[in-house]
Structure formats: structure tokens, C-alpha cells
């Protein structure tokens, strides 16, 4: 019988990652300090990445490019993201706009704080299970609008709106 040597989380992210990225199986398994035939079963029970993650990543690059483009770019010098495989083409980020990012730790969620709590907000419109293929654009809109019109504790009892606008305006330097 064949000994296995379990992956954890961030190696099956990493060979997930490398792999669509079309690294070969001798070098994610020299980098990954791994044998090759670990790296070759991991991938075999996931073929499914060849697919979504392409999606996923170009997906995700998109819409940040798009929700970053318009800020003045002295006022978008960053951005944290957390370590999901839709992210490993981040360096779009700083190539299209000069802007850095930054990950967090695996699994410390308090330094996303502001992130976390903005989820469960949005799961109170959208619950866990949503099919998103039925929500539309406008159901989105709103939702975004309602959240950054909304007075928040952390800000004085401003709306996220209110503090973003009195940063741009009142910095001479973003204009």
C-alpha cells in the first residue's frame, strides 16, 4: 500500500496556482519540496482547475481594475487581498494602475476587520446559498449604495461615502 503524505490548504492552493499558471509537475513538486506523484494526484482529482480558475482570476483582476480606475491614483495606493486562487494574477494591479498589494495571513481574518464585517452586512441581502445567476447588476447597485450610505460607528457616525468624498476633496494633492 502507497504512504500519503497529506497537503495542507495553502500547498493544494499553491499547486492549483502553479498549475494553471502552466508550470510543469517536476517543478511545483521541486518548489513544493514534494514528489512528484503528490503532485500529479492532486492535480488528477482536481481537473476542474484548468477551468474555473482561469475564470475566477481574470474575473476577480476585472472588477478590481474597474472599482479602482476611477479613484484618483494618489488615493488608491493599496490593497489587501486575502489568499484565494482567483488572486494570483494581482500583479495586474500594480502593472495597470501602480498600485501595491498586499495579502494577508491564512486564516486571520482580523486583519481584514473592516472586510469581515462588510461580508456579513452583504449577507443580510444575500444570504449563503444565493444563486447569483439571478441576481442582476441593478440588485448589486443597490445593495452597494445602501452600504456606503449607511453611518458606521468606526467613522463617527459618517457613511463610508461621506469619509471617501471629504478625503478626495479635501487633499489638494489627489486633485
Known amino acids: 500500500m502507497r504512504k500519503t503524505h497529506k497537503l495542507t490548504s495553502n500547498e493544494r492552493d499553491s499547486i492549483a496556482i502553479l498549475y494553471a499558471q502552466k508550470i510543469s509537475i517536476s517543478k511545483i ?11 500529479s494526484d492532486e492535480i488528477r482529482r482536481n481537473r476542474r482547475w484548468d477551468r474555473n480558475i482561469k475564470e475566477w482570476t481574470y474575473e476577480a483582476i476585472r472588477v478590481q481594475l474597474t472599482m479602482f480606475e476611477d479613484v ?29 498589494t498586499y495579502f494577508c ?25 444565493t444563486d447569483f445567476t439571478k441576481v442582476t447588476d441593478e440588485d448589486v447597485e443597490l445593495v452597494l449604495y445602501e452600504l456606503n450610505t449607511r453611518p458606521r460607528k468606526c467613522l ?3 457613511t463610508p461615502l461621506e469619509v471617501f468624498r471629504s478625503y478626495i476633496e479635501n487633499r489638494s494633492d489627489l486633485k
Open 29 to 39: 513538486a521541486k518548489q513544493l519540496r514534494r514528489s512528484k506523484s503528490t503532485i
Open 72 to 100: 484618483p491614483s494618489k488615493a488608491r495606493k493599496s490593497t489587501t487581498l486575502d489568499n484565494g486562487k482567483e488572486h494570483f494574477k494581482h500583479m495586474k494591479l500594480k502593472d495597470k494602475l501602480d498600485m501595491d
Open 105 to 129: 495571513h491564512p486564516y486571520c481574518s482580523g486583519e481584514r476587520g473592516t472586510n469581515e464585517n462588510t461580508n456579513g452586512l452583504i449577507r443580510r441581502y444575500f444570504p449563503k446559498g
Open 156 to 158: 463617527g457616525f459618517q
